[in-house]
């Protein structure tokens, strides 16, 4: 069986270190915690768990200090988890069966980060992260986004490490690293300059937001799924400054790097929506429903597009279309990916009301059914 060091950098995170760490005694055989200037309990918490609690000075340096806690490891794997971060039984129960299991020849699990979530707790937006790597043979990379260039040999798990935050943490602090990083002179990466355009675009700066995103992509030097976000990014700036035009075509731009993503073609459906343009909404909505849902491959998945959301729109261009039969279908189709989901349940009422026969209805679904089969774009 492997062995795993369980390695952190925290900063005031009294809050929220004792549920992580608490998720992961009798899954990490040696947990590692780096201080970098907590005000708060943090260290006294830190210290209930295990003796290797550490200082590091912070230098607005994610990667200085991961490194500093990677180097402090002697298991087999380093695991790197933030203190807002946990491990929920039911993927406690799957990393236990992965340590019995993982051939020591692997360099590198990948595993899914689940970072929001909807009402009943399921996830929708997660993405596959570097989670366990092999120690002594990785560093961390970037003062902010850190990443680690994975290699060798890589195995995907389905465990999933939830992110659930309890606080706020500094709105400006990102933004305020890579502003420092410019100003030191120190050339940003493609990867850099991407998550600079983002932190631009949160803090509502979206000239420069944008004019940041079209260099990124000119720049063409960036990961795929990278370009195919900005391209996202890009359509929201130009939107933000009443460049409606120019938003579309950014939105088709994507699709000269990879063929659309369900959020792409939701993107393009809410514009056209917006328009009042109700057919070309439709057949975006619609596509969105054939696209394939790889979770796994490391972009940002937001999943409720891949179902959920253009079920739900596609039942209100309907609707407003006059179609109500094939309106209340779509809506049963939305039921199908969330079942209790409000939106849903108002629809039901909705159309009860208009006198919508559910015979009829369900007739309809059955054909959409046959066109976008059920369960294809759902993750458990």
Same mark, same amino acid.
């Given at each position: ?120 707790? +399921? ?102 799924? +990278? ?154």
């Amino acid at each position: 069986m492997v062995t795993i060091s369980l390695c952190m950098i925290v900063k005031n995170e009294e809050d929220v270190l004792e549920r992580c760490l608490g998720s992961m005694v009798g899954v990490a055989d040696e947990i590692i915690v780096v201080d970098t200037g907590s005000t708060d309990r943090t260290r006294e918490i830190a210290g209930t768990f295990t003796k290797q609690v550490y200082d590091f000075p912070w230098i607005d340096d994610f990667s200085a200090a991961r490194n500093f806690s990677f180097s402090k490891a002697t298991g087999d794997y380093c695991l790197w988890m933030d203190a807002d971060d946990v491990l929920e039984p039911a993927g406690r129960q799957k990393f236990l069966h992965l340590k019995e299991t993982l051939d020591p020849d692997t360099d590198v699990v990948m595993m899914r980060y689940d970072t929001a979530f909807d009402p009943q707790g +399921n996830p929708t937006f997660s993405y596959y992260r570097e989670r366990l790597l092999r120690t002594g043979c990785f560093r961390w990379e970037g003062r902010v986004h850190e990443a680690v260039a994975a290699s060798g040999k890589i195995v995907y798990s389905d465990i999933a490490i939830c992110h659930r935050k309890l606080h706020v943490s500094d709105s400006m602090r990102n933004l305020r690293i890579y502003e420092r990083q410019k100003r030191d002179g120190e050339p940003m990466s493609p990867r850099d300059r991407f998550y600079y355009a983002r932190e631009l675009y949160y803090h509502n700066q979206f000239e420069q937001a944008e004019e940041e995103f079209s260099g990124f992509l000119e720049d063409d030097r960036g990961w795929m799924e +990278n370009n195919i976000e900005a391209c996202r990014f890009l359509a929201l700036c130009r939107e933000k400054l009443g460049k409606t035009d120019q938003a579309m075509s950014a939105l088709l731009g994507s699709m000269a790097y990879d063929a659309p993503r369900a959020e792409i073609c939701c993107d393009l459906g809410e514009m056209f929506f917006r328009k009042g343009e109700l057919a070309q909404a439709v057949f975006w909505y619609e596509l969105a429903l054939t696209r394939p849902l790889n979770p796994a491959s490391g972009a940002f998945v937001q999943q409720d597009c891949y179902a959920y959301i253009p079920a739900l729109q596609l039942c209100v261009c309907y609707d407003q279309m006059g179609d109500l039969l094939t309106a209340a279908a779509y809506n049963e189709l939305g039921a199908m990916y969330k079942p209790g989901g409000d939106a849903v349940q108002y629809n039901r009422r909705y159309f009860a009301e208009k006198g919508v026969s559910q015979t009829d209805t369900d007739r309809i679904l059955e054909k959409i059914k046959a066109r976008f089969p059920q369960g294809r774009n759902i993750v458990n």
